[in-house]
């Protein structure tokens, strides 16, 4: 499984005390994306320009010539000449330079997080596929949650649910509970800020609430996307009378993946939009629950 990040002890990605799994690879490409280092499959170079001094060993030691001084976002590795080599990495002492990434043989990342089997006994939590998209390695995960289910380790998926249902289907007997976006309702408007059109993600979700028992759809409050009464009303109104589905979470924006853009040295498109509080989240949720859903504000 292509990895790149393992978070412990998170208490947002499902019920109790969660590992979290971060699968690189997404076929959308959100502006607001969080976590714009999961949208390539492959391997990347992360800068963190903070802890940087400017001692250029990184330009010195890459053997391709990869790494330059790219304005304003700092000392960048240039994915189309950067070997992943690692060179740059271990030339810097002041850790300012991370290689993001890592291929895991399913039965390694099972021993893994096996190590916090008690936590999850206790709290009643589990192991949460998230990313980037996991549904891209669906088959990988079934074959790790088949593990799990063996040892009553729930699991939970999230998912923007932009692929074919056949890679739902083996899943369904073995996830526990499975979170999927809903980002706008219009095909076209999806498109321009995600970069894939809705019609797949809306028929996905109708097919998961009708033959999965537990079933989160989530919704990402964007400021100038989708936070609109109108916008709002369209996707409850699917949700209530097509989808069925019994809850969704509605997940304020926040920008704190904006420093990750600049580590990968790429323009941040919503950098000047501000954090939605929680409060503003307060009249769509009740226009949910009027809808007949059961609408909570942010990850439970």
């Not at 304005?71 to 271990?90: H, K, M, N, R, Y």
Request: charged share 25%.
């Amino acid at each position: 499984m292509e990895v790149f990040e393992i978070e412990r002890y998170a208490t947002e990605d499902g019920p109790g005390i969660r590992t979290v799994i971060f699968l690189k690879g997404c076929n959308l490409h959100c502006i607001w994306c969080q976590n714009p280092e999961s949208q390539e499959m492959r391997p990347q170079v992360m800068y963190y320009q903070k802890q940087c001094v400017g001692c250029k060993k990184c330009v010195e030691a890459c053997p391709t010539g990869s790494v330059q001084l790219k304005e304003p976002f700092g000392f960048i590795s240039d994915p189309a000449t950067c070997t992943l080599c690692g060179a740059c990495v271990d030339a810097c002492f002041y850790d300012a330079r991370k290689i993001i990434g890592e291929s895991w043989p399913v039965e390694d990342l099972f021993k893994e997080v096996l190590k916090d089997k008690a936590f999850f006994d206790e709290s009643g939590g589990g192991i949460t596929f998230s990313g980037g998209e996991p549904m891209l390695q669906a088959e990988e995960i079934a074959e790790l949650a088949g593990l799990l289910k063996a040892e009553e380790i729930p699991t939970a998926v999230e998912t923007a649910g932009y692929v074919k249902w056949g890679r739902f289907e083996p899943l369904l007997p073995l996830v526990d509970l499975f979170y999927i976006d809903l980002k706008h309702i219009d095909p076209q408007q999806h498109r321009r800020y995600t970069g894939v059109p809705n019609e797949l993600i809306l028929e996905n979700i109708k097919k998961l609430t009708q033959l999965h028992t537990n079933v989160v759809v989530r919704i990402p409050v964007i400021p100038g996307v989708n936070d609109t009464q109108e916008v709002m009303t369209e996707m409850f109104r699917f949700l209530a009378e097509e989808a069925k589905a019994p809850r969704v979470e509605l997940l304020p924006y926040h920008r704190l993946g904006m420093a990750k853009y600049q580590g990968l040295g790429r323009e941040y498109k919503m950098r000047d939009a501000e954090n939605v509080l929680e409060e503003a989240c307060d009249p769509f949720a009740d226009l949910g629950r009027s809808m007949g859903i059961a609408v909570s504000i942010g990850a439970e």
